[in-house]
Antibody, heavy 116, light 106 residues
Framework: EVQLVESGGGLVQPGRSLKLSCVAS????????MNWIRQAPGKGLEWVAY????????YYAETVKGRFTISRDNAKNTLYLQMTSLRSEDTALYYC?????????WGQGVMVTVSS | DTVLTQSPALAVSPGERVSISCRAS??????MHWYQQKPGQQPKLLIY???NLASGVPARFSGSGSGTDFTLTIDPVEADDTATYFC?????????FGGGTKLELK
């Protein structure tokens, strides 16, 4: 069974940093591109970042480019999102999701709240 | 970015057929996917590449369309289908989502 489990969220002040993790199981993690997708409270879905299976290709949404860094450790089956210079508008539930055709598996999400 | 437009909400009775539309601001070939999100849960892939049923999804769900106009159909609707449905395109960069259609049962 494919499982994606996010962690690392919490309450953080504007301008500070936070690092999210997503541990994968039930599939060969190193064979798949991975994504972070977020959902602000009561809002729709926004793709945030993508990393290819071997980390050769990395893409970001314009709203986070230069502030967020996606990375992965295939030996640990883990995806990361380093978030810096956080803003109130980054407040959201952050999901990791596998790239199949579409986003075929999602984690349960981890909440990030940016507030003073 | 490619903007995907969905109707905000629909209300139908169990047993009826419902069609949820998604219109793209530019062509996306057949690279439109549909997700179901129930309250408090993560999105779940229902349909990929416009018309292909994802694994484990009941055959009551179907998808159609190409280019800029796409439709998700549920026939017949069941009480458990109460959820928000999102379309998403992966043809143009960046990938984008529609605003979601909230399906309520009468």
């Amino acid at each position: 069974e494919v499982q994606l489990v996010e962690s690392g969220g919490g309450l953080v002040q504007p301008g500070r940093s936070l690092k999210l993790s997503c541990v994968a199981s039930g599939f060969t993690f190193s064979n798949y591109g991975m994504n972070w997708i977020r959902q602000a409270p009561g809002k729709g879905l926004e793709w945030v970042a993508y990393i290819s299976s071997g980390s050769s290709y990395i893409y970001y949404a314009e709203t986070v480019k230069g502030r967020f860094t996606i990375s992965r450790d295939n030996a640990k089956n883990t995806l990361y999102l380093q978030m810096t210079s956080l803003r109130s508008e980054d407040t959201a539930l952050y999901y990791c999701a596998r790239t199949g055709v579409g986003f075929d598996y999602w984690g349960q999400g981890v909440m990030v709240t940016v507030s003073s | 970015d490619t903007v995907l437009t969905q109707s905000p909400a629909l209300a139908v009775s169990p047993g009826e057929r419902v069609s949820i539309s998604c219109r793209a601001s530019e062509g996306v070939n057949s690279y439109m996917h549909w997700y179901q999100q129930k309250p408090g849960q993560q999105p779940k892939l229902l349909i990929y590449k416009a018309s292909n049923l994802a694994s484990g999804v009941p055959a009551r769900f179907s998808g159609s369309g190409s280019g800029t106009d796409f439709t998700l159909t549920i026939d017949p609707v069941e009480a458990d289908d109460t959820a928000t449905y999102f379309c998403q395109q992966s043809w143009n960069d960046p990938p984008t989502f529609g605003g979601g259609t909230k399906l309520e049962l009468k």
